[in-house]
């Protein structure tokens, strides 16, 4: 089944070339705030990424494709400045796409597996780490994603996107992290 939907879709892709293909390119600037806990202490902090998309668009109105990236949160402790929080995901997106003049708008899902780490410092001295805890999470990941695009030429578009990270790891933790994220993709 999931082959026979695979087809449907790249054979109505290739099959009109007079609407846009794909887009696709590179999330560069993508600063975010990461809200979640470890055994030590809640964390809310600043953080910042970098990650891709590819959209397809098979149909006037559906888009799909793939999304990625990583999100890096510092953090202050009480013995350091130096923990860090890091989420790495990739996965599917599925979404409804609106597209006018030089103007387009995605509203779509992701779902994504990840892994999430945690580098927490509890002590350090100068460069020396006293007492620090290392955790490493499988996790899945879902966020929404509102993306709006403006053709700067035929084949050339800035984005801009607003998606919010939820991650589920070490079976029921729970992390958070709306992202503002701007890139650059390239159309056919």
């Known amino acids: 089944m999931l082959i026979f939907l695979l087809t449907v879709l790249f054979l109505e892709i290739f099959s009109q070339n007079s609407k846009p293909l794909y887009s696709g390119g590179m999330l560069f600037f993508q600063p975010g705030y990461t809200i979640m806990h470890n055994p030590y202490q809640k964390v809310e902090s600043v953080g910042f990424g970098l990650g891709g998309i590819l959209r397809f668009y098979p149909t006037k109105h559906i ?14 402790t009480i013995g350091s400045e ?22 387009r708008f995605c509203a779509s899902i992701g779902m994504a597996r990840g892994k999430l780490r945690n580098f927490h410092i509890s002590e350090q001295t100068g460069v020396e780490i006293k007492d620090a805890a290392f955790y490493s999470y499988g996790a899945w990941v879902t966020y929404p994603m509102l993306s709006f695009d403006y053709m700067l030429t035929k084949k050339i578009s800035f984005t801009s996107q607003l998606i919010n990270l939820t991650a589920v790891y070490n079976e029921n933790d729970l992390y958070f992290c709306p992202v503002f994220q701007l890139g650059i993709l390239f159309n056919r």
């Open 63 to 76: 888009c799909v494709g793939v999304s990625g990236g990583s999100q890096k949160t510092k953090y202050n």
């Open 82 to 103: 130096n923990s860090f929080i890091t989420l790495g995901y990739g996965g599917f997106i599925f979404g409804y796409t609106i597209a006018k003049d030089k103007f």
